[in-house]
């Protein structure tokens, strides 16, 4: 007897900087965004980052506990995963993800977050340029990480901490697995 337990955590969606961020689908996590606003230290004036350090948008993330909405939720924030829209192309975004579990032992031995964008890359690839990290007072861990779009307004770009597996994969890969070893099954040995 096999018992599988679906729990469906809650998915954000969120509208912020003129992009479109989710994590309504399998598997997604993202608690909440805001776009950040950068200053010049001697007016109260906002400048365009694209001036100092060629990102034109910068936006701050947060991702939900691991196993959020179920009775298994913890206060671990080990992972995220969402999606964002709008990103026109060549324009880099800046994802500060700010509430992750230490991972710097990861990332000091070159752990890349990955992108894929739908639907001219479906594949996942690790991201080109390497993040940057810090730990605050609190013990919680900023990931920073930058990506160019590569296609236009229409795409989708995902943002993973790693190669997903969703439940539906996960689903798809057991039935292929019963379908090629199907000859294999219990009964035929009787």
Not at 96 to 115: A, D
Not at 159 to 187: G, I
């Amino acid at each position: 007897l096999h018992l599988i337990f679906l729990y469906l955590p809650i998915k954000m969606e969120f509208r912020c900087g003129g992009l479109y961020f989710s994590s309504k689908f399998d598997s997604g996590n993202l608690a909440a965004v805001e776009k950040v606003q950068h200053c010049d230290e001697d007016s109260e004036e906002e400048f365009a980052p694209t001036e100092n350090v060629g990102i034109d948008y910068d936006f701050n993330a947060w991702t939900r506990p691991d196993c959020a909405g179920t009775a298994a939720e913890n206060g671990n924030r080990t992972w995220f995963y969402f999606l964002v829209k709008g990103l026109p192309l060549g324009k880099v975004i800046r994802i500060n993800v700010m509430n992750l579990n230490k991972q710097s032992k990861l990332f000091g031995q070159g752990m890349l977050p990955v992108v894929k964008t739908l639907p001219g890359r479906p594949k996942w690839e690790r991201l080109k340029d390497r993040p940057v990290w810090e730990s605050n007072s609190d013990g919680e861990f900023k990931l920073s990480f930058i990506h160019r779009a590569i296609e236009g307004r229409g795409s989708a770009v995902y943002f993973a901490f790693c190669y997903p597996f969703s439940y539906r994969e996960y689903q798809e890969r057991l039935n292929e697995l019963d379908t090629r070893y199907h000859k294999y099954s219990v009964a035929n040995f009787n």
